[in-house]
């Protein structure tokens, strides 16, 4: 859990500075339950997204009202977004230096122009690991 708050309020960061008409639709989509849980426990204090993940049982509890239209989310590079949004961009860095190094130095990315729903990806992004 170290570090979850500095991510919370740097994800948060990111999502009050959206335009409000993509505020109203963006969701943050947390690559582990680690990374959910930090936006789950913390965000709503710090103005953040709803959070979903299809991480462990994060995945059964879906989408929620997530349309995938904007989406944030964590990884170190922008190559593995192309082929399910036609735009990535770096918005901000998560940086914590008690942090996991798993969990340090991330790129905080906003999605947009998803190139399918996001119901019908859904089942191909769970993983158990």
Do not use: C, K
């Not at 990111?14 to 930090?38: I, K, M, Q, T």
């Amino acid at each position: 859990m170290f570090g979850w708050r500095e991510m919370a309020a740097a994800v948060s960061s990111v999502y009050r500075d959206l335009p409000p008409n993509e505020r109203a639709e963006a969701v943050f989509y947390a690559p582990n339950y680690g990374e959910a849980s930090a936006l789950t426990v913390y965000g709503p204090a710090l103005g953040g997204p709803p959070t979903i993940s299809a991480h462990n049982s994060y995945f059964l509890w879906g989408t929620g009202a997530a349309s995938g239209a904007v989406v944030i989310t964590l990884g170190r590079d922008d190559a593995r977004f192309g082929d399910a949004f036609g735009d990535a961009r770096a918005a901000g860095r998560v940086e914590s230096r008690f942090a996991m190094p798993y969990e340090n130095g991330l790129t905080i990315w906003v999605l947009r122009q998803p190139r399918a729903p996001i119901a019908e990806v859904w089942p191909r992004l769970r993983h158990y690991d």
